[in-house]
């Protein structure tokens, strides 16, 4: 059974950087496309960034483009979300989510597996 497992949130000031952590386990995960979405208080769960694991191929919200980056450990079955140059508005709980196969999509329905999440705190 696949499991995602997140960590690294915290509460950081505008203009930091956070690396959060998805690990995974139970799968064969070089045929998987791993993705970030996050929720804020109030709002829609929103697309972040994903990677499709075998090729390292990315694909990123316009909000993050530029300030993120999506990456993958293969030794470790980690993908790691950097996110620099923060913003009060980059506040929610982030989650890591897994397709079991490749693709490039925003859409949370298209991924079959999900992490509980870590809490992102920008402060103004």
């Known amino acids: 059974q696949v499991q995602l497992v997140e960590s690294g949130g915290g509460l950081v000031q505008t203009g930091g950087s956070l690396r959060l952590s998805c690990a995974a386990s139970g799968g064969t995960f070089t045929t998987y496309t791993m993705g970030w979405f996050r929720q804020a208080p109030g709002l829609e769960r929103e697309f972040v960034a994903s990677i499709v694991w075998s090729s390292g191929v990315t694909y990123y919200h316009d909000s993050v483009k530029g300030r993120s980056t999506i990456s993958r450990d293969n030794a470790k079955n980690t993908v790691y979300l950097q996110m620099n140059s923060l913003k009060p508005e980059d506040t929610a709980i982030y989650s890591c989510?897994?397709?079991?196969?490749?693709?490039?999509?925003?859409?949370?329905?298209?991924?079959?597996?999900w992490g509980q999440g870590t809490q992102v705190t920008v402060s103004s």
């Open positions: 989510a897994a397709a079991s196969r490749r693709l490039i999509s925003r859409k949370a329905y298209n991924y079959d597996y």
